[in-house]
Every structure is written in C-alpha cells, then in structure tokens.
C-alpha cells in the first residue's frame, strides 16, 4: 500500500468545495480508553492521506477519526453548531484500504465508507 492505511477526506458542502486546514487525530479505542496514534490536517483537496506511514500495522478493532471543525468554520467567520465531529468505525481488514470521508457544513454532517 503506497499510502496510510486509513485516510480521510473533508468536504464542506455548505460551500461545495474541500475543506482545507482541517484538524484530524486518529485513535485506537481499547479497553484502557482512546490511545493517539496520529494526527494531521487536511490539504488543499481536503484530504489527509499522510497520518500514517504506508505499510503501517494495525490491528483489527474499533477506531476514531476526530475532526476539530469548529477551528475551520471561525476562520471562514462562520457559527458552527458542531465545534467536533468524532466517527468510530470497525478496523475489519488490514488488508484493505479505509478511508472516511466527512461532509459537513455548519449545523450537519454526514460520513460514509469510502474507496
């Protein structure tokens, strides 16, 4: 794999454009609580494709990628309702690429599982 195993991508559909210096943090849920394993903002397309280094080994399990949004809509001089959106998915295959793109705009958002 040529890049991070799990990569996301913000869109900000209010304005229909990527959302470009978003902060990203991605974390390990285990027993003992959320543990960082990497952290990162998003591009000029929007996306962080470098939070971890490719070939990463990670193991099977649940996994949060937070999105600190409050930071981006204040630059732009916009009210947010949501100042961080937090996705937990379920690690399944370390053989397969994840990647989790947000669209949000001020009062919502929305995810999926991307290619």
């Known amino acids: 794999m040529a890049k991070s195993p799990i990569t996301c991508h913000v869109l900000d559909a209010s304005i229909g454009r990527p959302a470009q210096g978003v902060a990203v943090r991605l974390s390990s849920m285990s027993e003992g609580g959320p543990e960082d394993l ?3 903002v998003t591009d000029a397309d929007g996306r962080c494709s470098t939070l ?6 990670l193991a099977p399990g649940l996994y949060r990628m937070t999105f600190l949004t409050q930071d981006y809509f204040i630059a732009r001089g916009v009210e947010t309702f949501y100042p961080v959106v937090e996705i937990t998915f379920n690690y399944v295959d370390p053989s397969q690429h ?3 793109p947000l669209l949000m705009s001020p009062y919502s958002y929305t995810t999926y599982r991307g290619s």
């Open 52 to 57: 971890l280094t490719a070939g990463t080994p």
């Open 98 to 100: 994840y990647h989790v």
């Open 38 to 40: 990497a952290s990162g």
